[in-house]
């Protein structure tokens, strides 16, 4: 089994360090500064990057790590530009991080971006801007059937999967599942427990698949209230895409 390590970066962007002995990867390195940092720090070898999609606060870092470690990998989504990118990928292939001894699943998980990619093994996901705790990135370059379709397929994946999204987003997350499911319990208490964390500056990444399927709005458009909450925000009846696009539109300007 790796290990992870969080490295913050920006205002509240997370990029996660994966490492076996000496020999470590990155997920979205926004940032070259605190990746080199923790490496030296840690005296690791960095050999693979593996980046979610093509915003820059999740591949700005790619130059900077390369020009220290030329020979790097760089996974990545194919449709989209991906500086230094080695390794283009679609979805549905599974890459081996040798030095590691790690396998990871590639999953296209389109919506927030047209390519965005998720990685998943050893029952850890990291979804970059697709799921988040407590919500779903916006949609900038998708549908939304495409990004239902892709939460969905996320949600497959076992209930311990631990969930490492790409931004500390969660509190504010919750303030709007709460509007939209004000009779959920287990998302009240996840909510006070988020508020605790925050205030103290803890993180609330990783959650589990199991934690965001109780509480987060986006994986539960079946359900009664949710279902109605959107209904009441004009969707349709039984039409759970109909119910995502309208939490999501809701979303936006919450
Ligand atoms: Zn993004
Ligand atoms: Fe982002």
Redesign the pocket.
Known sequence: MFDIARIPAFKDNYIWLLRKDTAAAVVDPGDAAPVLEALRREGLALVSILI??H?Q??QGGIDGLLAHSPSVKVFGPAEESITGMSNPLRGGERIRLAPLDLELQVMAVPG??RGHLAYYGEGRLFC??ALFGGGC??L?EGTPRAMHESLARLAALPDDTEVYC?HEYTEANLRFALAVEPGNRALRRRADEVAVLRAKGMATVPSTLAVEKATNPFLRCKEAEVAAAARARGAAENDPVAAFAALREWKDSF
Request: net charge negative.
């Open positions: 979610t999609h915003h606060d999740h927030h971006t970059g801007d990135g916006r900038f790409a």
